[in-house]
């Protein structure tokens, strides 16, 4: 157990239809990472937050956007959704945004679009 | 080049036997272990992970143990039931440019658990 905590695990929903998938870092963790996944492709970076600011971008859609809470929790709104939107999205959390730092993933939201 | 490799793509194992799923990698950069199950027609599901700083996780029947120096790590499966016979997936995390990881995947193992 890495001490991250992603919901839901599983969601199968239709094109055009928006999602919300949940994270919980690491106790202490206040720097968050969102990443997609699908399982012929590398990981994605798609953003990154620490103590509650927008930190670094990565390859993150305009139909897609995220936040992180007071309470450090994260969300990533997944809207308009495509066939190819279908992935596996990995929370992942670190102590700090040090590059060295270990960061510790989540077990994943898989996602399905049909 | 296959940075994650699962020598094996296939295994069978007597019910109430170990089974003992293999992974090797090649780049010592990687500090983040994933082992993922996956059914037929299904979506991988999360198992068990483990980070570079530790030699052995455990989680009821599963145990990964990881070994640095050979850059090697094994799931094992005591005791295996019939319901593990899936195709079993080692993904390996990293650190690249800036915050940027790859997470690198294996081909997978089917597992067979015969009753």
């Known amino acids: 157990d890495s001490g991250v905590t992603q919901t839901p695990k599983h969601l199968i929903t239709a094109t055009g239809q928006r999602v919300t998938l949940r994270c919980s870092p690491r106790s202490g963790d206040l720097s968050v990472y969102w990443y997609q996944q699908s399982l012929d492709q590398g990981l994605q970076f798609l953003i990154q937050y620490y103590n509650g600011e927008e930190r670094a971008k990565g390859n993150i859609l305009e139909r897609f956007s995220a936040q992180q809470f007071p309470d450090l929790h994260s969300e990533l709104n997944l809207s308009s959704l495509e066939l190819g939107d279908s992935a596996l999205y990995f929370c992942?959390?670190?102590?700090?945004?040090?590059?060295?730092?270990?960061?510790?993933f989540g077990e994943g939201s898989w996602l399905t679009v049909v | 080049d296959q940075q994650v490799k699962q020598n094996s793509p296939s295994l069978s194992v007597q019910e109430g036997r170990i089974s003992i799923l293999n992974c090797d990698y090649t780049n010592s950069m990687f500090d983040y272990f994933l082992w993922y199950k996956k059914y037929p027609a299904e979506g991988p599901t999360f198992l068990i992970s483990?980070?570079?700083i530790k030699d052995k996780n455990e989680d009821g029947r599963f145990t990964v143990f990881l070994n640095k120096s050979a850059k090697h790590l094994s799931l094992h499966i005591v005791p295996s039931q019939p319901g593990d016979s899936a195709v079993y997936f080692c993904a390996a995390a990293g650190v690249g440019a800036g915050n940027n990881r790859k997470l690198i995947w294996g081909l997978g193992t089917s597992l067979a658990v015969n009753p």
């Open positions: 483990i980070s570079s």
């Open positions: 992942a959390s670190s102590v700090d945004t040090a590059a060295g730092n270990t960061i510790y």
